[in-house]
């Protein structure tokens, strides 16, 4: 084993033994890393241990082991990086300005396993034989998505789409050049207005993007509730209510799907009624609920209106 391997079992044996939540609990473990660095070090200056390397790598190397999410931190937190894909253990990609491309990163099948399972812990979500498919928010707001054979050939299929907040407001679409001012206006006040807005867009169109910049033009006294399959919207309001779907439990039962959720928001005297996207029957729900003269804004999975 080389000095990594041996440091990060030490670390996980004093977590273990004090009890930490890694993620909930960083600060601590961030300092148990940087102290068994240094002490590794100075054992291996006096005795046959292979030499860990420059320690600052060696510490950032091991935090993000047993507190990040190893080998695919570094992607996590590289801000041009948009969404990261694994096709196998040895095909990992990531997205930049629309592009994708072929890491050098290499993984196990039990590394895989490892890490889609500290994801999906703080979720409360279960993958399984028995599901499949799931649909998960990490603690920075990446949203994951897995698959597992059999429905997968072979190897389990990881997405990670990055929370990459480029845009919260309408102005910042205009200086990104999305929007032309003429346009930021009228839907601005559209919104104000309280007109019903149906955002249409394929996959990584930037709806999500778009509906969190419409918001910012919600009026500071309404009340918002949100509905999505996981929590993906950041409305800057002072009264909003977020609401995302539950799977069911091994017994097939605790079930919420997006149109119970419509249902429930209804009951909850909104102002304004948003749901992430619409696919299903619930956009039957939705339409009701808009034709009873409750503003409303949505998405739903198109090239066109």
Not at 61 to 80: E, H, K, M, T, Y
Not at 144 to 164: C, E, M, Y
Not at 177 to 188: D, E, H, I, S, Y
């Amino acid at each position: 084993m080389d000095a990594l391997g041996i440091v990060e079992d030490e670390v996980r044996e004093l977590i273990r033994r004090r009890g930490l939540d890694p993620l909930r609990q960083a600060g601590e473990v961030r300092r148990l890393v940087e102290a068994a660095v240094t002490d590794y070090d100075e054992r291996a200056l006096m005795g046959p241990l292979p030499p860990i390397g420059p320690l600052d790598a060696a510490r950032r190397f091991l935090f993000d082991a047993v507190a990040g999410f190893g080998v695919l931190q570094p992607l996590l937190d590289d801000p041009s990086i948009e969404e990261i894909w694994l096709n196998a253990p040895n095909e990992i990609y990531v997205a930049r300005n629309g592009e994708s491309e072929l890491t050098s990163l290499s993984l196990t099948e039990q590394q895989v396993r490892d890490l889609v399972e500290r994801m999906l812990k703080s979720s409360g979500r279960r993958l399984d034989m028995s599901s499949p498919f799931v649909d998960a928010a990490l603690p920075d707001g990446s949203r994951l998505h897995v698959v597992i054979p059999d429905v997968t050939r072979r190897h389990w299929a990881v997405n990670i789409r990055k929370f990459v907040v480029k845009a919260s407001r309408l102005e910042h679409l205009v200086e990104l050049g999305t929007l032309t001012p003429q346009a930021a206006r009228f839907l601005g006040a559209a919104v104000s207005s309280g007109l019903n807005i149906l955002v249409s867009g394929a996959t990584q169109a930037g709806k999500t993007t778009m509906l969190n910049c419409l918001a910012a033009s919600i009026g500071s006294r309404e009340r918002v509730i949100t509905v999505e399959e996981i929590f993906e919207l950041q409305f800057p309001l002072r009264d909003v209510v977020g609401l995302q779907c539950r799977q069911p439990n091994l017994e097939g039962e605790g079930e919420i799907p997006l149109r119970r959720l419509v249902k429930e928001a209804l009951r909850m005297r909104p102002d304004r009624l948003v749901v992430g996207e619409v696919r299903e029957a619930e956009s039957l729900d939705m339409l009701i609920a808009l034709n009873s003269g409750l503003p409303g804004m949505c998405t739903v999975h198109t090239n066109c209106a």
